[in-house]
C-alpha cells in the first residue's frame, strides 16, 4: 500500500513538473513579472510599454571631481536617460527587450566591468500613445553605484499604468563610470531636478521629440534609491545640515559646493519645486545616520513621501537612519513600508545568473539580492504599493484603502493580498503637523 502510494505520488510530482516546464518554455518568466503571490495591484496596467534611450548635457557644471583646495573647473555635463512610456505594440511584435547591465566598477581591484544582459517586457522605439491625452511623468534616480536599467520591473510597471518613467545615468556613479563619492554628494540632486526641467523643455509643443505634447510636468513623481534617496529628499525640500557641508568641505579642502543645496542658503530655498513634484518615494534613503539632516532640515520636506526599508539596513541604517528620517519629516503626509529582516537591498532587480557566477566578488550578488526576502516577492510589493501611492497624488485614483492599513501585516487584513500572503511587513502612517 505504502509501495504503491509513493508510486503514484512520484508519478503526479513528475506530471505537474512537465506541465510546469512546459508552460514556463512557452511563456517565459522575465523580471517584473508578478509571482502567484502578487498582491493585487503589482498587475501590469492595460497599456503597450515602449522604451528609448536619450542623452542629454547639463552645460557649465562643476566638475567636483576637478577640486583643488577649494577650486574646481566647469564643464558640460552628460547625462543618459532612458525613457519608458505607453505605446502602440503592432500585431506580431514580441513586447520583449533586452537590456545590457555591467557587473563591477565599485573602486575595487579586482572587479573588472563585466556585461551582462536580461529581458523586460518592453518594445524599443515603440510608437507613443497619442491619444491619451498627457501622462504624469516619474523620475527614478539609482543609488551609489548603480545605472538606468536598476529598477526596470518598476520602469515598465508604471508605464504600462500611463506614466512616463524617465530612469537617470548618474555621471561618476554607475558601474561603468564610478568615480569617488563627492561627485555623487553634490549632483544627485541637481541631476534629478536638470532632468525634470529638460523633460519639460523637450514635451514644450514647440519640440520635435516623440514626446512633445504628451508629458504631464505639473504632476511629477520622484522615486529614489539609496543615494538617489538622499538627493531626492534635497530636492523636495529637505535641505542638509551645516554639519553635512562642513563634512563635505573637509573632503574637498574648503569647497562650498554642497553649499548651494544647504537649509539656510537662500538659493536653495528658492530652488525647491513643490509645485511639479507631487508625491515622492524614498527606498533606502541614505544619509541620516551620517549627520546629513537635521531637523531643520527634515521639517522642510512636505511632499506626501512613502518610504520603504528593511529592518536591518546595514547601509543606510533603520532605526537611526530611514526611520528617523519618516519621524522627523513632520511636514509631510508620509508612509513607511518595512521589510522585516530585510537589509539595504529593497529596490533593484533580482539577480541574474552572471551574479552567482563562482569566483566573483560576493558583492555583484548583494547589489541584487536580500539574504532574507526573494527579491522579485520584494519587487511585485513595491509595485503594489507604489502604484497605490502615485495613483493617488498623481493621478486622483482613490487608492485609500490600499494605503490605509493596520500597521502588521501579519494580521492578514492588508487589501489586496492574497490569503496568507501579507505576513514579515509592517506599514506606518503619519500625517502632517498642524502645528
Known sequence: MIKQFSSSFFVLITVCFSIFSAAHAQDEFLVGDPLPDAPELAARGSYGVGVTTLDLVNKNQLNVLSIKEGKGERYDRPITIEVWYPAIIPEGKEEVETYTQ???????????????????????????????????????????????????????????????????????????????????????????????????????????????????????????????????????????????????KGMTGGSDALDQRGMGNTAYQNSKDPERITAFVALAPWGMNNGVWDAEGLAGLKTPTLFVAGSQDDISGYENGIKAIYEGAVNSDRFLLTYINARHNVAPNPPVYETMKEGLHIDEYLRYADSVWDMRRINNVNQHFITAFLGLHLKGIDYGEYLNLEPDANTGKWKGFKPRTSVGMELLHAAPSTE
Not at 128 to 154: A, C, E, Q
Not at 167 to 188: E, G, Q
Open 102 to 248: 555591467v557587473l563591477g566598477r565599485n573602486g575595487v581591484e579586482g572587479r573588472p566591468v563585466v556585461p551582462f544582459t536580461f529581458k523586460g517586457r518592453a518594445l524599443r522605439n515603440a510608437t507613443i500613445l497619442n491619444d491619451k491625452g498627457k501622462f504624469p511623468l516619474v523620475i527614478l534616480s539609482h543609488g551609489y553605484v548603480g545605472s538606468r536599467f536598476l529598477f526596470t520591473y518598476l520602469a515598465e510597471n508604471l508605464a504600462s499604468k500611463g506614466y512616463v518613467v524617465v530612469s537617470i545615468d548618474h555621471t561618476d556613479s554607475t558601474y561603468r563610470d564610478a568615480a569617488p563619492f563627492t561627485s555623487t554628494l553634490v549632483n544627485r540632486s541637481l541631476d534629478q531636478l536638470f532632468v525634470l526641467n529638460e523633460m519639460e523643455r523637450i514635451s514644450q509643443s514647440d519640440g520635435d521629440s516623440f514626446l512633445v505634447g504628451l508629458v504631464d510636468t505639473s504632476k511629477v513623481g520622484l522615486i529614489g534609491y539609496s543615494m538617489g534617496g538622499y538627493g531626492g529628499l534635497n530636492t523636495c525640500g529637505a535641505g542638509y545640515s551645516a554639519g553635512a557641508i562642513g563634512f563635505f
